[in-house]
């Protein structure tokens, strides 16, 4: 796998449901999904002291994160995301 520097988190987005009740959606109107499940993070990011501050985010919680925040990237022909950890903007429970 791929480790991620600094403040980073790796994600593999979640799926958007194109069925909504009874109404099936075409896939163009179907949005990209803005929640994903973390597959990989950083260490941190270091303070202006030198101390490192480490990630909020753990593997495998699901998250939910800005539309543009992410960026794509292909490992092994797999799609993942990648963004800061402050482009994360909720921990999904």
Do not use: Y
């Given at each position: ?11 593999r987005r ?80």
């Amino acid at each position: 796998m791929i480790e991620p520097t600094a403040d980073r988190v790796i994600l593999r987005r979640l799926p958007t449901p194109r069925k909504h009740g009874s109404i099936l959606a075409p896939d163009s109107a179907v949005k990209l999904s803005q929640e994903g499940v973390v597959v990989a993070r950083g260490p941190g990011e270091r303070n202006k002291q030198g101390k490192l501050c480490p990630l909020d985010v753990e593997v495998d919680q699901r998250v939910l994160f800005g539309v543009h925040a992410a960026k794509p990237i292909d490992i092994d022909g797999a799609e993942f995301w990648v963004l800061r950890e402050s482009d994360i903007v909720a921990i999904i429970e």
